[in-house]
């Protein structure tokens, strides 16, 4: 380990340096503090709150992401380049550890930066939240600055495809030729979507069934808390004004007190939040609310998110700590990457080669949409109509396991929890550690280690 | 030549020719523009941010709009809407000179965000959003685009000032609040005195129409007098003033004006001008605290002139806006009626008789069966709150005629006198109209209504009463008005037939 330390800190003393610590260090401070300056909210604190978490994150995410790609090709390459390597080399220290070194090295001082800049954007948010009025203090400390869980209803797959098993065994035995001419998957698929439309739907002038949403353990310290719906609906005819009407009710007598919204004016396939009053919920954690649909046209609830309860689970800034251990698995990731191509190929080509990847990366909503479309050569919405082209034999399986590979790193959203207010949970930190920095950084790392072990260094010229 | 001398000339010669290109700029463009060699006018006092990314992106500034527009979409599609604000105004920086890139932003902000969210406040804020962007970005970065001019107006006379929107009501009574801070709460808005501050007070609200909402008071009077009286604590005044404006502006550019560009700019006017005599007077309820809206009859001549103006100009729709003319002219009338103000409507009803000599006015079912030359301005005006007199029964009638003797009370308690007296007109001609229609014999006492003044006092009891009557507020200005001393009870009964508001009647 002594040795690994000794390369780590190497690395820092090569960041003091060549200033780089400090210019990266600056930089974050000056886009922390500059940001909230330029940017336009919406008006709302709450607006203000997201806006600034969101752009703040973003930009130190985007500022350190590329440094340390820079950082990591450079530290290495332009080592083995100037052939100060050489010193290394020759002493006692296996390769391995000296990839591994500069890796610690890289990704500690990415905690330090990370560290430093997450902490101004925590402080500077705490200072704005205080000097709100109360109202609107504890608005954000209810939807934002919150960590908050949710719950939905029970997963009712099963009962839906057992009815739509039911239901197509029916209607097979009423025309046994179907089984023959019709494609029976097609059938079932549409047999299944009417029954689940009918767990979804709200008729004119009805109200829905009751959703029971069981808070679980969660109850025993949810009592006297307000808690928030999070609703979303789909029209089954456009109105004019855009919006339809609807109330909401909660509880379930006699079993719970009730509460009732007034008519509310509501956007479809958009999402709605509104506070519930407290104790709403029975005694096992099950709040049930129903939807009155005093419209002309029915309503549907998708059962994925139609219905679902935040509530509070925790403080803001664990969550926020957790969230900034992610950005810090993107960061290892990175730094593994740089020192990996460093390991093999010069400077410029090394920069060039992870910077292309990132790219490639940040653009892989152009290859899920090839995957979704099974070509490349486009897809005319117009006509509904596909092109061809040979190379999708090729490219499309290509993307698709370059999907499955970005997505392991890429499934993460840490900022976007933080600006809505939903809570970072270890799990997802665990996950985000064994995904992205044992799994991908591993695996990146072993072809770097592999790489340099490999690597005639003495080969290298001297640059003058 | 070596060393500092020719470095001091180079310097003398950048400084020269930089003086040069500063003196030539405004030439040059007048020549590009002239001569058609750039399809956009130059971009001229714009902030120093949007003349930088204008000018130091270059060709750059459309590929980084595109990535930002489909981010902007992205987020939309996700309900991620705290950062369309901040897009909107980044991608209009980067293309200030595309009209429509502005018309879609505020569009968005306005229409398609605003009803995304439940509370009204928070619609609001959108809605003033989509307004800011035009009215103090658009309109500078493009003084001559006539179509922001009628965009800002839309949002005025249709966002604001239709009711298709559920909060259309907040909206109204928040932009009377903002204007409020102009015109001051209480009082008709005065704008000699914002043209010519005198005080302090009137200095500093001066200063504020013309800094925050951008609105010359000169130019207002113009539009006040020409189109007016208007209510500018009202959202119509607004989409007049902003499109009478496009108008002038297109008229100082006509080579670069659509012709269908100016008539929509003309329907935006006369529109709200109809909008304006519906709705287009603030009527204080200090009771509710609130404001409610009255029409604006003293606009009726002027809304008149310009459907036919409109009509004339506008020969693709010439027959429809007749027919909305004619539609006016109909509620013209009534309202007339309703309020009192009887020999104006006679005036309206002959011109509509002789302007449309083959209008039905009572059964439109039966067409050229009723004429206004046939039918009197009596009867049209009971037709109003009744179709059809004879059909309907004892119960409706006598319902209608209590219920237009609770508006007459309830106007008289905030001061609208003219519409008490017009509604309780209302009501005496239905219950004659209804009474002349039953023989006379026993069958009268049987289907006949109550005697008018036993319905009125009935009226003015319920409305008196302490328990379940008006609040005592409003029952005091009542007993004041009408001159009543102690309780209900005591309440002397009006004059039957009266056509005089009820405070009148006991004089």
């Not at chain 1, 790609?69 to 052939?83: M, N, P, Q, S």
């Not at chain 2, 909402?213 to 007098?225: A, I, N, R």
Request: overall charge neutral; proline content about 5%; glycine content about 6%.
């Amino acid at each position: 380990m002594q040795r690994l330390y000794a390369i780590a800190w190497l690395t820092w003393k090569a960041a003091f340096r060549f200033r780089l610590f400090l210019v990266i260090a600056g930089l974050l401070l000056v886009s922390v503090v500059g940001l909230p300056l330029l940017i336009k909210d919406d008006g709302t604190a709450r607006g203000f709150t997201q806006i600034l978490l969101t752009y703040t994150l973003t930009a130190i995410t985007a500022l350190l992401g590329f440094s340390t790609l820079w950082l990591a090709c450079g530290t290495l390459a332009r080592d083995i380049e100037e052939c100060q390597i050489q010193m290394l080399a020759v002493k006692p220290i296996a390769r391995w550890q000296i990839w591994l070194g500069k890796w610690l090295g890289i990704v500690s001082l990415d905690a330090v930066l990370l560290a430093l800049s997450a902490g101004c954007v925590y402080g500077l948010l705490q200072w704005r939240a205080h000097r709100l009025p109360p109202d609107q203090q504890q608005a954000l400390r209810n939807e934002v600055l919150v960590a908050r869980g949710s719950a939905r209803e029970k997963n009712f797959d099963k009962e839906i495809d057992a009815r739509a098993d039911q239901l197509l065994r029916e209607r097979l035995e009423k025309n046994p030729l179907e089984t023959r001419q019709a494609n029976l998957g097609e059938v079932r698929r549409q047999i299944r979507e009417s029954v689940k439309a009918a767990y979804e739907l709200v008729r004119p002038g009805s109200p829905s069934r009751p959703w029971r949403i069981n808070l679980g353990s969660a109850r025993l310290h949810l009592r006297g808390q307000p808690l928030s719906l999070r609703v979303k609906f789909n029209a089954a005819e456009g109105s004019a004004s855009g919006t339809y009407g609807g109330i909401l009710a909660f509880g379930e007598p006699p079993k719970t007190k009730t509460a009732q919204s007034p008519v509310l004016s509501m956007a479809p396939d958009t999402f709605h939040e509104f506070i519930i009053p407290p104790d709403l919920f029975d005694a096992d954690g099950v709040l049930t609310i129903t939807f009155g649909n005093p419209n002309e046209t029915a309503l549907l609830f998708p059962l994925e998110d139609g219905v679902e309860v935040l509530y509070p689970e925790g403080g803001f800034g664990p969550s926020f700590v957790r969230a900034l251990g992610i950005i810090l698995c993107w960061m290892a990731l990175l730094a593994a990457l740089g020192l990996a191509s460093a390991s093999l190929l010069s400077f410029p080509v090394a920069a060039f080669f992870s910077l292309g990847l990132l790219a490639m990366t940040l653009s892989s909503g152009t290859m899920a949409n090839a995957v979704e479309e099974g070509t490349i050569a486009g897809y005319n919405p117009e006509k509904n109509t596909r092109g061809s082209s040979p190379v999708d034999l090729v490219v499309i399986p290509t993307f698709r396991a370059a999907l499955k590979v970005i997505r392991l790193a890429m499934d993460f959203s840490p900022v976007d929890s933080l600006s809505t207010g939903r809570r970072v949970t270890w799990t997802q930190l665990g996950l985000a550690l064994s995904q992205i920095v044992v799994l991908m950084a591993g695996s990146v790392g072993l072809l770097g280690i592999f790489a340099l072990s490999r690597r005639e260094l003495a080969g290298a010229q001297a640059v003058q | 030549m070596s060393g500092r001398p020719k470095k001091l000339l180079l310097l003398t010669l950048a400084a020269a020719l930089l003086a040069g290109v500063f003196f030539l700029q405004g030439s040059l463009n007048r020549d590009r523009e002239q001569l058609g060699l750039t399809r956009m006018q130059p971009l001229e006092n714009a902030p120093p941010v949007l003349a930088f990314t204008t000018v130091a992106l270059g060709g750059f500034r459309g590929l980084i709009s595109n990535m930002l527009w489909i981010r902007a979409g992205d987020l939309q599609e996700q309900d991620k809407f705290f950062e369309m604000a901040q897009l909107a105004d980044w991608i209009t920086k980067l293309e200030p000179q595309y009209v429509h890139v502005w018309l879609v932003q505020a569009w968005n902000m306005a229409y398609n965000i605003s009803v995304k969210f439940t509370d009204f406040g928070d619609r609001w804020r959108w809605v003033q959003r989509g307004l800011e962007l035009l009215r103090d970005q658009g309109i500078p970065a493009n003084q001559n685009a006539v179509l922001i001019y009628r965009e800002l107006a839309w949002f005025f006379q249709h966002k604001m000032g239709a009711n298709l929107d559920d909060a259309n009501m907040y909206y109204k009574q928040q932009w009377a609040n903002e204007m409020a801070q102009v015109f001051g709460k209480l009082k008709k808005p005065d704008l000699d005195e914002l043209i010519n501050p005198q005080t302090d007070d009137q200095k500093a609200r001066a200063r504020l129409l013309r800094e925050k909402f951008k609105m010359d008071p000169v130019f207002m009077k113009e539009v006040d007098q020409h189109d007016g009286p208007l209510e500018w604590r009202l959202p119509e005044a607004h989409a007049i003033y902003w499109a009478a404006l496009g108008l002038k502006i297109a008229a100082n550019n006509p080579s670069k004006v659509k012709a269908e560009d100016l008539i929509t700019l003309r329907r935006v006017i006369y529109q709200s001008m109809q909008l304006s005599f519906y709705r287009g007077r603030l009527v204080n309820n200090p009771f509710a605290k609130a404001f409610e809206f009255g029409p604006n009859l003293d606009i009726i001549p002027k809304v008149s002139a310009a459907y036919e103006q409109a009509a004339a100009e506008d020969a693709a729709y010439h027959d429809h806006i007749l027919q909305a003319h004619k539609n006016f002219i109909k509620d013209a009338i009534y309202f007339l009626y309703e309020y009192n103000r009887i020999s104006d409507a006679a005036y309206w009803y002959k011109y509509l008789a002789e302007k449309y000599p083959n209008a039905d006015v009572l059964d439109y079912s039966k067409p050229g069966t009723s004429p206004a030359r046939s039918v009197s301005l009596d009867q049209y005006c009971i037709s109003r709150i009744q179709d059809d007199v004879n059909g309907t029964p004892r119960d409706r009638i006598e319902a209608t005629i209590e219920g237009q003797i609770m508006t007459a009370y309830r106007c008289l308690a905030i001061d609208e006198d003219e519409h008490a007296a017009g509604c309780k007109l209302l009501a005496q001609r239905l219950w004659d109209n209804y009474m002349s229609r039953i023989p006379a014999g026993d069958r009268r006492k049987a289907v006949g209504l109550r005697p008018f003044a036993e319905i009125d006092r009935e009226m003015l009891r319920r409305i008196l009463d302490p328990e379940h009557g008006a609040a005592p507020e409003v029952r005091a200005v009542l007993l004041t008005k009408l001159g009543i001393r102690g309780d209900t009870a005591r309440a002397p009964a009006p004059a039957p037939g009266t056509n005089a508001a009820p405070g009148q009647a006991h004089e």
